[in-house]
Antibody
């Protein structure tokens, strides 16, 4: 059964770079049927899609964050990563990684990690 | 960007009630929509994909309908474990966008 697990620092200082990794187990990140994505949720608020990546390295980013976001993939480790630069308190959130299925009869974000809380504070 | 307007933002209902939640897209998205349930402290869980297909393992009291710009999630008979927040998500075009959420509370 496919599982995703986020990892990274829970506390980041303002103006620094937030770095998270999602480890995929129970399946290959190199499958042609999936993209891999990041979503975040500020405390008490709704969900925001950050971006997605294919195993080849092709990416899509939310324009609202594009200037600060980099998503990368490491197929040898079955991981993908998120970097968000110049963070402020507004970037405090639970960050989720998820699988985006691009198979016709199952399109969408179908498997999610449990989420990791990142607080931006000095 | 495609805006997803979800309503109501919250509702109070009793066990056994029929509940309907609506999402309206700012432009047509075919049936490129999923519905998610989120409980406090947990990750969202997909209930419905392709607007009306039931995710494997999800109870049949959940159903989805719609296409184009109007979509609904219906819970035919609300159960205690269904009290949660529900979100729609469009994946027709980037950037993907979520509805604002509907919190279903106990009356």
């Amino acid at each position: 059964q496919l599982q995703l697990q986020e990892s990274g620092p829970g506390l980041v200082k303002p103006s620094e770079t937030l770095s998270l990794t999602c480890t995929v187990s129970g399946g290959s990140i190199s499958s042609s049927s999936y993209y891999w994505g990041w979503i975040r949720q500020p405390p008490g608020k709704g969900l925001e899609w950050i971006g997605s990546i294919y195993y080849s390295g092709s990416t899509y980013y939310n324009p609202s964050l594009k200037s600060r976001v980099t998503i990368s993939v490491d197929t040898s480790k079955n991981q993908f990563s998120l970097k968000l630069s110049s963070v402020t308190a507004a970037d405090t959130a639970v960050y989720y990684c998820a699988r985006l299925s691009i198979v016709d009869d199952n399109y969408g974000m179908d498997v999610w990690g449990q989420g990791t809380t990142v607080t931006v504070s000095s | 960007d495609i805006q997803m307007t979800q309503s109501p933002s919250s509702l109070s209902a009793s066990v056994g009630d029929r509940v309907t939640i609506t999402c309206r897209a700012s432009q047509g998205i075919r049936n490129d929509l999923g519905w998610y349930q989120q409980k406090p402290g947990k990750a969202p869980k997909r209930l419905i994909y392709a607007a009306s297909s039931l995710q494997s393992g999800v109870p049949s009291r959940f159903s989805g309908s719609g296409s184009g710009t109007e979509f609904t999630l219906t819970i035919s008979s609300l159960q205690p474990e269904d009290f949660a927040t529900y979100y729609c998500l469009q994946h027709n075009s980037y950037p993907f966008t979520f509805g604002g959420g509907t919190k279903v509370e106990i009356k």
